[in-house]
C-alpha cells in the first residue's frame, strides 16, 4: 500500500461532494477508482468491507466515507474525508437558503432535477456493480446479490435485517 | 365545503416557532442513531409527526430543494431546517447532531474491523453482508429507473454515465462535466 496523501485526498473528495447528485452512492465508483485503483491505499476488498459495515449501522448513508478516511490515515483521514465530503454541499445549501431558494418546482429547478436524475441513476448502478464485482468472488455470493435485489425489489423489508442476513450466512459458511 | 385549515399552516412561514440549537442538536442526534437503512423515514417520523416543528408540505418542499443541492439528502435538509429555526447556529447544530454519533460509531467500527477484522468468522461474515450490500444499491438503481419511463432520451443519459463511469471507469468530474449540461437542456426543452 502507498502512503497516502491526505491534502490530495481532501481536495478529491471536497471536488467529488459537489457531483454528489442524489447522495453519496452516486460518487462511490470515484471514490473507489481514486483510493483503490489510481492510487492503491486501500484494496478492492476494503473498500467493499467499509462499505458494507457502514450499512449495517444506524445514520446517514454518508457516513460510510468516515470509515474509508479511518482506514487510510486513522484519526485524520477520517476527519478530512468527512470534512471534504460534507463542508462543500453544507456551504452550498447555506447560500440556497440565503438566497432564499424556497422554490425547487421552479421551471429552472425542474429542469435540473429532471435532467441530473437519469446521471444519478447511471452513477448509483455503477456503484451497485463495482461493490458487486469485489463482493461477489463465488456463484453463492453472487445469487446472495441477486436474491438481495429481488427482495428489496418485491418487499418492503428494512435493509439491515438483510445486511444481518447476509452475516449470518456467511457465518455459517454457506457461502 | 373543506374544512377550514388550523391558522398555523398558514403563518408558518413567516412566523416559525423559535427552536433552541440544544433541541435541534438532540433531535437530529436522536433521528440519525434510529436510522437503520436509512435516516430519511425517521426524520420524517421525528420533525413531522411527533414533534411537530414542520408540515408534511414544508418537509416535502425542503427535501425537493435538499435532492436539488448537491450532496447528502438528510445532511442539506438538517441544514436548512436549522437555520430556519435559530439561524447559522441552529444549522450547525442540526448538522453536528447528525453525524456526530454516527462519526463516532464508525471509528468504533474501524477499530474493531482493524483487530478483529482477519478473523476467519469475521471475514466469512463480512463477505455475506458485501454482497447484500452489492444488491441494495443495484437493487436503489433499478428502483429509480421507474422515474425514466416517460423520455427515451433520460434512458440515454442514464446508459451513458453507467458505461462511462461503471464500465469504462473514466472519472467522474469529466463524465458528469460532460453529460449534464446536455442532459439538463435536453430535460429544459421537454419541460411541459
Redesign the interface.
Known sequence: MDRVDLPALGLHFA???????????S????MQ?YVV?ANHWLSPKQF?????????????????V??VG??LAG?AG?IVA?LA??G???L???G??RLN??N??A??????????????????????????Q????SER??L??????VL??RTRL???W??L???????T?I? | MPPPQPPIDNTRDTDAPKIGPLALFLAFSQLAMSGFGGVLPWAHRTLVERKGWLTQREFVDTLALGQLLPGPNIGNMAVMIGYRFSGYAGAAAAFTGLVAGPFLLMIAAGLAYQAYGALPLVQQALSGMSAVAAGLVLATGLKMTSTLKRHSRSWLFAALSLVGVGALRWPLLAVVGGLAPFAIAAAWRERD
Open positions: 471536488l467529488l461532494s459537489l457531483m454528489a447528485i442524489g447522495g453519496v452512492s460518487i462511490l465508483p470515484d477508482r485503483e467493499a468491507d467499509a462499505y458494507a459495515l457502514a450499512q449495517a449501522a444506524p445514520g446517514p448513508n454518508m457516513m460510510f468516515t470509515l479511518w482506514q484519526w477520517a468527512t465530503i460534507v462543500p454541499p453544507i452550498l445549501t447555506m440556497a437558503t431558494a424556497r425547487p418546482d421551471p429552472l429547478g425542474r429542469a435540473i432535477r429532471g435532467g441530473l436524475g437519469p446521471i444519478a441513476i447511471g452513477l448509483t448502478l455503477s456503484s451497485g456493480w463495482i461493490l458487486a469485489s463482493a461477489d468472488h455470493t453472487a446472495l446479490t441477486l436474491l438481495t435485489i428489496m425489489l428494512n435493509p439491515v438483510l445486511i442476513a447476509g452475516a449470518i450466512a456467511g457465518m459458511g457461502l
